[in-house]
């Protein structure tokens, strides 16, 4: 079988790396000759998922298709998937999530726990100032990684600095993040795997380090899987899922944002888990059934991220030291090019309680650099 993906960066590369233990094939849509997809195993057409024409070809030539970003013309698969074309998730699933202020507003149509939200055309409270300050400015398309993404702490904020449409959300102070990964197929099965705590970089909104399992109350593990899966069938999704929520101070979780593919929140299950999130996502595109998500050891997962300062040619200096260790798995996403705070790979690190993996993994992370050649 023949599975096409809309994007080619290093979530299709680790999709790849799952489906070259099958018989079938991958091969993705990415306007970049020699992708980190390519690189790490997946074939390649060169084209625009934001071109329908490329779509439209791209599709006749792949079996089933899916995305591994939101950012797509999803007009064109809206249109293929009328004409017949198998597209997971489905095209107008797509189409709500990759608007964010669609998705909220559906989420609340739902009565799923999210946070409060103001725009001109949709909102959950009357006017902007209901939301309190801090508030959190977030653009409709296009923020991943920190970008699109403005806290706004008072009354005198510019809220004219974000360049595309926007819409408002009330701020949660001193929340715990959690993600939830959440696999569902055309027959009505679901999974999920255990509740990931997860840490960002303040300055630059991108995930720095998760832990799995979190140190919280069953009753709070078991809840955020309960209005994960929730949330995904509020938005109509068949396939796989990142539900990030928050855990406010007094215990209550709410959905921060849903994302319609695999998600980096979702990476340690490669080496944790019975079944990794990029297997289960094989499952559900070739119609299998889906597998145990039964989480084997503890893990932490870090981000290996351009070093600030410098850019330019990628250069890796500590890797050899990594090979003497057990229970350490690297993951390198095969990009030529590094620049500041760029996701150029992950270390895992698995152990058989959470606090041997964290120690470990602090002793690990001090070893490797990743950078560009070059200091700005």
Known sequence: ??????????????????????????????????????????????????????????AKQVDVLTVELENINTEALIKLEAEGVSIIPSAKTLATIKDKLLQKHSL????????????????????LEDLGWPLVQKSRTGGYDGRGVLILRDVSSRLDLLPEPSYFEAFVPDAIELAVMVARNKEGEEATWEPTRLEFDKNQNVLKTLY??????????????????????????????????FLTKDNRLLINEVAPRAHNSGHHSIESSETSQFLQQYNILRSKPLT????????????????????????????????????????????????????MGHITVTGET???????????????????????
Request: proline residues 5%; glycine residues 10%; contains cysteine.
């Open 1 to 58: 079988m023949k599975i096409g993906i809309l994007g080619g960066g290093q979530l299709a590369g680790l999709l790849a790396q799952a489906i070259t233990q099958t018989e079938d094939t991958l091969i993705v849509l990415d306007p970049s000759e020699q992708c980190p997809a390519a690189l790490m195993g997946a074939s390649q057409i060169i084209g625009s998922p934001s071109s329908e024409q490329d779509i439209r070809i791209f």
């Open 108 to 127: 609340f149509e739902a009565g799923i726990p999210a946070c409060e939200y103001f725009s001109n055309k949709q909102k959950s409270v009357n006017s």
């Open 212 to 245: 799995c399992p979190p140190s919280l109350p069953k009753t709070i593990m078991r809840q955020a899987k309960q209005i994960s899966i929730g949330a995904v069938r509020a938005l109509n999704g068949i396939g796989l899922f990142g539900v990030e929520l």
């Open 292 to 343: 145990p998500t039964r989480s084997k050891c503890s893990a932490v997962m870090f981000n290996l991220l351009g070093e600030p300062g410098f850019v330019g040619r990628t250069v890796i200096e500590g890797i050899d030291e990594i090979d003497k260790f057990k229970n350490v798995f690297v993951h390198l996403y095969e990009k030529f090019h590094c620049s500041p705070h760029r996701k």
């Open 354 to 376: 959470l606090s041997i993996a964290k120690q470990l993994a602090e002793e690990i992370r001090s070893l490797i650099s990743v950078r560009g050649e070059n200091q700005i």
